[in-house]
């Protein structure tokens, strides 16, 4: 097998595509043989050593990836040999074949390509839990979508709109406007040329969105706060858009509103029953043609630079996927 190491994590520029042996699996582990794998931010912060993550050297990062079962480790009954899984094991993705533990593996469903299943867990989990389970979204409620136009941001647009909320949709552009439009957002906001408190309040009337979805973090986050509607929830998601900002007190207090922090990857472990209902919901509602994830462009597995290199021009709608 074929895999990117991570030898030192001083950047993706130290990452090498080497031939290594093809480990057997263990005891609740299978191995498979990766035909997707998506780019995630984590997968960046963690070859530059800034993820709280810190894997044992070397290790090949890509955190999520599909592929099928090529074979099945000591008491894992629930897969089988030649069966199409998605996995989120936080490692082991970006290489031709990996290790993972089988609890982790999603089997898929006839008809789920894996492109799309390389892309569906993280951020589809990540929002569905953040929407539905930590801001309790209720069908006619508002949203406000921040960075609508990534990964996070369009399975945002559409669990918000399969709940049947409003969605309101902020981007860095005119295209990533349009994009977030053709996904069902009811209305959009460029926050590079528009000011973002006055073009909600005009859009909610002056009430504000009842929920602020933000993976961004950095400038925006104070005046989207600011605009919150009473007893709005702030779902603190990510910080791609930079430093934390400081967010005085008394903003909660004024607007009588919850700051709402959003940790898919510890509800996984701590309620699996609960996370795994949520997985079924999804994949109902990817039958259905509910959500699908938004795919900025394939790449091959051998060009993961460019590909790193093209997720930090923040130029990317949806997701970047490298496949075999």
């Known amino acids: 097998m074929h895999a990117w190491l991570c030898e030192n994590p001083t950047g993706v520029e130290a990452l090498t595509w080497k031939e290594v042996p093809t480990p057997q699996p263990g005891p609740g582990e ?30 090949v990062p890509g955190s999520e990836y599909a592929g099928t079962v090529q074979a099945i480790g000591e008491g894992v009954t629930h897969l089988k040999m030649g069966q199409n899984v998605a996995c989120l094991s936080g490692t082991g993705g970006f290489g031709t074949h990996t290790l993972a533990p089988a609890k982790l593996c999603m089997p898929l469903p ?7 299943a390389a892309a569906f867990i993280m951020t589809y989990a990540t929002s569905h839990h953040a929407l539905v389970d930590r801001a309790a979204l209720k069908a006619g409620e508002t949203v406000l979508v921040l960075g609508a136009a990534g990964g996070v941001g ?4 559409q669990i918000a709109k399969a709940v049947g909320a409003k969605v309101i ?3 860095s552009t005119d295209e990533k406007c349009a994009l977030c439009k053709e996904l069902g957002a009811d209305a959009v906001i460029n926050y590079s ?22 993976p961004v973090g950095g400038d925006i986050a104070e005046p989207a706060f600011r605009s919150i509607a009473w ?4 779902l603190i998601v990510g910080f791609a858009g930079g430093p934390k900002p400081p967010r005085p007190l008394k903003f909660p207090v004024v607007q009588g509103a919850s700051l709402v ?19 079924r919901t999804l994949a109902d509602w990817y039958a259905q043609g509910k959500v699908k994830p938004v795919i900025d462009r394939t790449l091959p597995m051998s060009e993961l630079k460019a590909a790193y290199a093209l997720m930090g021009t923040r130029s990317v709608k949806g997701k970047l996927v490298m496949v075999n």
């Open 110 to 116: 006839e008809h789920f390509p894996a492109t799309d």
């Open 231 to 234: 007893r709005g929830r702030y």
């Open 30 to 59: 299978v191995l498979i043989e990766i035909k997707a794998a998506s780019l995630n931010f984590p997968d960046l912060l963690i070859v530059q050593n800034k993820y709280q993550m810190k894997p044992a050297l070397p290790f």
């Open 193 to 214: 040329t528009e000011n973002l408190r006055e073009a909600l309040k005009t859009l909610t009337a002056g009430q504000g969105p009842d929920v602020v979805y933000d």
């Open 169 to 171: 949709a902020a981007a």
């Open 154 to 157: 369009t399975a945002a647009i």
């Open 261 to 279: 922090g959003v940790f898919w990857g510890d509800f996984a472990k701590r309620e699996p029953q609960a996370n795994a209902n949520m997985m």
